[in-house]
């Protein structure tokens, strides 16, 4: 899974696909917490979102 800010999220989106696990790419938007603490991987802006394969997002237990 990647972590990107709003302006490279396709960036994260290609790489996904790239990736090929056969998953369509899922877009989560992180918590505000998450957004202080996390980095976009493509700059040094704050990430927004988390982008996965289909099968990685439930690291997330809400
Ligand atoms: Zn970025």
Not at 18 to 46: A, I, M, V, W
């Amino acid at each position: 899974m990647h972590y990107s800010c709003l302006e490279h999220v396709d960036m994260a989106i290609d790489i996904v696909i790239e990736e090929g696990s056969g998953e369509p790419p899922q877009l989560e938007e992180l918590t505000e917490e998450l957004k202080q603490s996390t980095g976009c991987e493509f700059c040094r802006n704050s990430a927004i979102y988390i982008v996965s394969n289909g099968r990685s997002i439930h690291y997330v237990d809400n």
